[in-house]
């Protein structure tokens, strides 16, 4: 399994980016994909995730009202779009895929394979 994040840079505060996850070798019917981060001296969070069978998402408090999670089934990849970003979004952003049904439970951790990460860097 591949997950290789892009998208990834300097934004001003206000502004918007959006990050890109291609996933590859996953063989499985049913399962999710999501996006983490780790801002400097911080733990890795949850941010927003999606199942690929229903689209079924689960977003964490941090990214309500700012962030989607829309996916592209004929490209294979999932982006992270993030509007309104503030100083708070500077972090590496991972790319995370795991075997379960509830996206809500790999946006909690239950990952089973993570991308290399993206550093994003809101500017104030």
């Known amino acids: 399994v591949q997950l290789v994040e892009s998208g990834g840079g300097l934004v001003q505060a206000g502004g918007s980016l959006r990050l890109s996850c291609a996933i590859s070798g996953f063989a499985f019917d049913d399962y999710s994909i999501g996006w983490f981060r780790q801002a400097p001296g911080k733990q890795r969070e949850g941010v927003s995730c999606?199942?690929?069978?229903?689209?079924?998402?689960h977003s964490e408090e941090p990214a309500k009202g700012r962030f989607t999670i829309p996916s592209d089934n004929a490209k294979n990849t999932v982006y992270l779009q993030m509007n309104s970003l503030k100083p708070d979004d500077t972090a590496v952003y991972y790319c995370?895929?795991?075997?379960?049904?509830?996206?809500?439970?790999?946006?909690?951790?239950?990952?089973?394979?993570w991308g290399r990460g993206t550093l994003v860097t809101v500017s104030s």
């Open positions: 995370a895929a795991g075997r379960v049904s509830y996206p809500e439970r790999l946006c909690w951790g239950l990952v089973d394979y």
């Open positions: 999606i199942n690929k069978r229903d689209y079924s998402t």
